[in-house]
Nanobody, 120 residues
Framework: QVQLVESGGGLVQTGGSLRLSCAAS????????MNWYRQAPGKERELVAT????????TYADSAKGRFTISRDDAKNTVYLQMNSLKPEDTAVYYC?????????????WGQGTQVTVSS
């Protein structure tokens, strides 16, 4: 049974930093690309960052480039999102995601989310 458990959210002032963690279980973590999404009130969920199974490639939304860093520790089955220079517009619920592909089909697994609030 796939489980993704996020932690590390909270309230921070503009310009501050937070480090989110996502502990994974129930699948072969080292073989899975991992993603961080976020959803702000009244907005659609958006992809923030992706890391490949090897950790060799990371990609970011334009809004996250230069400020956020995604990383992984396969020994701990954990993916991280280091967020620096936070802005009020980063306020959202942040979700860990693993997309499981079966041929051309896929299924998304989600954590429960962790709230990040950036005060101005």
């Amino acid at each position: 049974q796939v489980q993704l458990v996020e932690s590390g959210g909270g309230l921070v002032q503009t310009g501050g930093s937070l480090r989110l963690s996502c502990a994974a279980s129930g699948f072969t973590f080292s073989r899975s690309a991992m993603n961080w999404y976020r959803q702000a009130p009244g907005k659609e969920r958006e992809l923030v960052a992706t890391i490949t199974s090897s950790g060799g490639t990371t990609t970011y939304a334009d809004s996250a480039k230069g400020r956020f860093t995604i990383s992984r520790d396969d020994a701990k089955n954990t993916v991280y999102l280091q967020m620096n220079s936070l802005k009020p517009e980063d306020t959202a619920v942040y979700y860990c995601n693993m997309r499981n592909y079966r041929g051309s089909l896929y299924y998304d697994y989600w954590g429960q989310g962790t709230q990040v609030t950036v005060s101005s």
